[in-house]
Structures are given as structure tokens and as C-alpha cells.
């Protein structure tokens, strides 16, 4: 038993630094794939576009061979950009898997402190600056002031920039993300759903660093 829990943590031993270099990646995946359909677009043939003129010879008219590479590598680079946006789903649901058993521990280890242990809370790594009216993040409960100390499998321990947010939203539209602040000297856990809404964004809200 011991044993097949341990695979299971190193099953789910992933960090938003793996999912931030996959998603450099695929970007870099879709610009070499752009570059490969200008090729063809300066050709005039795109992809399914004819090589053969109306008497079935070899067009002379465009460059072959640099077509024909042009159209393999797409269809390599489409293989490869399929395969890395799969790992990164597998990646971020690893990372909402370990969000999810680190919160059924502390739930479970809260239960087994004495209520009247002080509990030594982590620094802020963030704070809400605006919360707009009609917004997700005001229906979750967030407000001005509320400093961050986790923000779904953002923490304070693996924070390096805002960058880490932006990511875990951009990939968590319409899922709900734990958010923990610190409010009034209170630890205060919200459950905020990235989602489209009248204004810009998907969460309503301004989040700015803590300078540590």
C-alpha cells in the first residue's frame, strides 16, 4: 500500500515551471508552423493546392521541393503541436489532482489541531488591488486588500512572478480554482471560476506582487 502511493505522488510530481516551458513550446510549435504556411502562401498553392499542371507534368512555375518540404513539416509540427497541448491538459489536470489531495490533507490535519493552536500563516505572495462589481471574482467573494497566499497550485513556496497566475487561469476557464487570502489577520478560502463576463478578462480583478 505503501508502496503504490508513493507512485502515485511521483505520478503527480509536476510544477508550473513543467507546464510553463510545455506552453513555450507549443508557442514555438505555432510559430514554426506559421512560418512553413507563409512559405506556401508565397507559393500560391497552400497546402491541397495542385503540383501538377493540366497535362499532369511537374509545375514549373513554383518551387517544388520547397513545397513539398514545406507541406511534410506541417504535418509533422501539427503532430507534435497535438501531442504537447495533450501533455499539457495531462499536466494541468495533475497539478488540479495534487491542488485537490493537498486539500483534502489539510482539511484532515485541521481537523486534528486543537481549535485553539495558533496557526502560523504563510507570507503573501500577492494582493487584490480592484475587484470590479458583477465580476467572477466578486461573485466568489474576493476583495480589495485580500492578501494572496495560494492561488489554485500557485503558492508562496513556487511563486516567481504573475506570470504563474495569468498561466493557471488562462487554463482553468470555466473550472474552479481555490484561492486562499489572508483578510484581517483571517485565513479566507474562496472558490473563483475564471470565466468570460461583460468586462475584460476572465476574472475582474487587479492582482499585484508583494514585495518580499
Known amino acids: 500500500m505503501k508502496m503504490t502511493e508513493e507512485n502515485s505522488l511521483e505520478r503527480l510530481n509536476v510544477t508550473m515551471d ?3 516551458a510545455m506552453i513555450k513550446k507549443k508557442e514555438e510549435i505555432e510559430e514554426q508552423i506559421k512560418a512553413y504556411y507563409d512559405v506556401l502562401e508565397d507559393q500560391g498553392v497552400g497546402v491541397e493546392g495542385p503540383l501538377v499542371d493540366a497535362e499532369g507534368y511537374p509545375r514549373a512555375d513554383v518551387n517544388l521541393y520547397q513545397i513539398r518540404t514545406a507541406r511534410h513539416n506541417i504535418s509533422c509540427l501539427q503532430n507534435d503541436h ?3 497541448m495533450a501533455e499539457i491538459e495531462e499536466a494541468l489536470h495533475k497539478l488540479h489532482a495534487r491542488e485537490k489531495a493537498k486539500r483534502e490533507q489539510d482539511q484532515a490535519e485541521a481537523t486534528e489541531e486543537p481549535m485553539e493552536q495558533q496557526v502560523t500563516l504563510p507570507p503573501p505572495f500577492a ?3 480592484t475587484v470590479t462589481e ?4 466578486s461573485a466568489a ?3 480589495v486588500g485580500d492578501e494572496v497566499i495560494e492561488f489554485g497550485s500557485v503558492n508562496t513556496k513556487n511563486f516567481q512572478n504573475l506570470q504563474n497566475i495569468a498561466s493557471v487561469v488562462q487554463h482553468s476557464e470555466g473550472k474552479a480554482l481555490r484561492v486562499t487570502v489572508v483578510r484581517a489577520g483571517q485565513k479566507v478560502q474562496v472558490n473563483l471560476t475564471p470565466q468570460r463576463w461583460s468586462g475584460r478578462g476572465l476574472l475582474g480583478c487587479n492582482i499585484v506582487p508583494v514585495q518580499r
Open 18 to 20: 513543467d507546464v510553463n
Open 82 to 84: 497535438k501531442a504537447i
Open 127 to 129: 494582493q487584490v488591488d
Open 134 to 137: 458583477g465580476s467572477p471574482a
Open 141 to 143: 467573494g474576493l476583495k
